[in-house]
């Protein structure tokens, strides 16, 4: 599911979101954005935080999600901002010095004055708070008070943004909802109630009332039907492949999956922006709509294979060895008790 959602992400920039961002590029293949790969990879990730939080120590859990995270997104920030710099044309929006900056810290999202160098970033900075939250929530333990508290997730947000709320408040509270991705939070919920209808603590009418109230949340934060329907249906095909069994029908694509799976982060994390750029510069060499395409995935594939093989896994397996004592930890260990 992970690899599905990847490429509807890269589904939609390549098709949609590069025309519509960069006319220059052609016309968009079809009506609507769909954008759905994004939010469900929110889900997903929500859903394993459940499984893997609960194994030995949540503080030494902590830090192997950040570890496995966070030195890939730098240094795609960086890679992309550099091949912006130096290969981006005139004409588009280019980075700056401040972008930057406030990208590597993951600060973007809390101020309306920079930009995100790539649009896809928006989703590191609410994964990192999810993995700390989970950390400190998950020693104290919620009991049924847990699936209140998915609805509170759910509603809560809504209420809060009726009538464009949000939109009409200080500017301090628009950057706070956003930054903290409040909006959001339906999707780290179902994620949630996935995970309990696996485990069979919650049954399967309680679970779809809980989808039904998320596709109606997401709708009503981004006023798109279609997206938001779209994100119900592949919510059923998560909560079908976590209940299980596993789909036998895929197996003879074990292979192929297996390796897209693996560089899901890095095709994730470099797929918008760099793949506009390999766009762009096919279609100055002559080629059309679909060989631009065509283009711009195999040689974002490439890249994000490059930094899954020489930055995340190298990166990981040196920083997850580490033995972590620092003033983080003993802090985490702090709050737990």
Known sequence: MRVLAVFAVMFTHT?????????ELGEPLGR???QVGASILLVISAYFVCVTVRKGSTWRWLWRRVCRVLPPYLVAVLVTYTALILL???NWILPTGRDLWANLTLAASFDRGVQLIDGSYWTLPLQLMAFGAAALLWPR??????????????????????????????????QTWNGLGLHRLQLFAIGIAVWLWAQRRIGVLHLSALLAATVYAQYAHTLDLPSALGIGVLLVFVA???????????????????????????????????????????????????????GAVTGVTALAWLLTKYVEEPSYRALAALRVRGLGARALAWLNT
Do not use: C, K
């Not at 809060?160 to 949000?166: A, Y």
């Not at 789909?247 to 760099?274: D, E, K, M």
């Open 15 to 23: 098709t949609y979101m590069g025309p519509f961002l960069h006319p």
């Open 32 to 34: 609507y954005p769909f």
């Open 88 to 90: 981006g044309p005139n």
């Open 141 to 174: 333990g919620f009991g049924q008070r847990i699936t209140t508290g998915l609805w509170i997730m759910i509603v809560a947000p809504v209420i809060l943004q009726w009538h464009d709320r949000i939109g009409h408040s200080p500017v301090w509270v628009q």
């Open 240 to 294: 079908l492949a976590a209940r299980g069994p596993d789909w036998t029908v895929f197996a003879r694509f074990r292979r192929p999956i297996q390796f897209l799976a693996r560089i899901s982060f890095g095709l994730y994390l470099l797929n918008q922006v760099l793949g506009y750029l390999i766009a762009y510069r096919l279609m100055e060499l002559g080629a059309g709509r679909l060989l631009q395409i065509a």
